[in-house]
């Protein structure tokens, strides 16, 4: 069949259509182009669906006879990411009926064959200074993936495709709660833990931890978490210190500010940060600030100025509160370690 009947999603204002012999359908098939054809009594009363769901578009074949994407059938009961310019066809794959345009900006054509053939491109889930991340299906399997591009001129190694964190930043999560439950920021504080004691095992140091760089995998509670954006990470030697000044200032360790140009900072830093992630978590907000104070950060982080604002911390266990003092001590030899941090009686509760 030569002739199609092309689809804009921006013609489709809900989250769900459906495509049919049925006048029941949003789309009855009763155009004369479908009814002219001698298939049509092979096509089903609600033959397939179209839904939105968090901003991706997919289809789903309801079909006795086969509903068919770029000529390869979905399966019955069986949903697919609907690629912009897909071609949509019914009973058979060479029976094409409908074309998918998408008019968001396709940037499927500037990747290699060999990827489009494997991954479907969608939206833009996240950027940073190495480049832009990227959701992306695998077509065989409909499975979520992030994928990152880069300049080949930095970066000229050839990465592989990203685990896909549905849950976002943390940052953006203790802004939509307020404040984390407790059990839940500790649940992400043992995991983040583990993660830099890894790290640190492996002689390397993030120096950049912040809520932004922690990412969720659900948007459910209870979940996973992984650190991200190692831009500023480096790997320390054992008898090595470090002179730089990087990081964001908020979570900055003291010795940074006061030490980095003359006698140098170690992994202590990424202790200090976390603490500052563990009051964000538990508090709702950042210990060092500019709001309501004449102290610059800089004063405030160097001289360990910060309040447990009643209304926010009286529901917080001592043990919680003792954690996060113990993290944000002045003097790094007096800063918990990391597994210090793992045996706080507050961790093993």
């Avoid at 065989?140 to 880069?150: E, F, L, M, R, S």
């Avoid at 439950?181 to 983040?192: D, G, N, T, V």
């Avoid at 200090?272 to 538990?282: R, T």
Wanted: charge should be neutral.
């Amino acid at each position: 069949m030569n002739d199609f009947i092309v689809m804009s999603f921006s013609d489709c204002i809900d989250d769900e259509y459906w495509f049919g012999r049925d006048r029941s359908c949003h789309y009855c098939f009763n155009d004369p182009i479908i009814k002219g054809s001698d298939k049509y009594i092979t096509y089903s009363k609600r033959h397939f669906r179209i839904f939105r769901e968090q901003d991706i578009v997919y289809i789903e074949d309801n079909s006795g006879n086969g509903t068919f994407m770029d000529g390869k059938i979905i399966g019955k009961g069986k949903k697919l990411p609907l690629a912009n310019n897909a071609e949509l066809a019914l009973a058979q794959p060479h029976h094409k009926v409908f074309v998918f345009i998408d008019l968001m900006a396709d940037e499927q054509s500037n990747l290699p064959k060999e990827f489009k053939d494997k991954y479907l491109i969608s939206r833009k889930i996240g950027s940073g200074v190495c480049g832009e991340v990227k959701l992306a299906f695998e077509r065989a399997t409909c499975k979520k993936v992030a994928v990152k591009t880069i300049n080949k001129t930095d970066f000229p190694s050839v990465g592989n495709v990203l685990f896909s964190m549905e849950g976002g930043e943390l940052f953006d999560r203790v802004k939509e709660k307020k404040q984390l439950k407790e059990p839940i920021a500790k649940l992400y504080f043992y995991q983040m833990l583990l993660a830099v004691e890894y790290l640190h095992s492996n002689g390397i140091i993030h120096r950049d931890l912040k809520p932004e760089n922690v990412l969720l995998s659900s948007r459910h509670e209870v979940c996973l978490i992984k650190l991200t954006d190692f831009g500023q990470s480096k790997i320390l030697e054992e008898t090595s210190l470090m002179r730089t000044l990087c990081g964001t200032p908020t979570y900055l360790a003291p010795e940074v500010f006061t030490d980095a140009i003359t006698v140098g900072y170690s992994r202590a830093v990424d202790c200090w940060s976390l603490g500052v992630l563990l009051f964000v978590c538990l508090g709702g907000y950042p210990p060092f600030h500019s709001e309501g104070t004449e102290m610059t950060i800089i004063e405030q982080i160097t001289q360990g100025c910060y309040k447990f604002i009643p209304a926010r911390w009286a529901h917080i266990s001592d043990q919680a509160k003792d954690l996060v003092k113990r993290l944000l001590a002045v003097d790094p030899k007096e800063r918990l370690t990391i597994k210090e941090a793992l045996q706080h009686p507050w961790m093993q509760v």
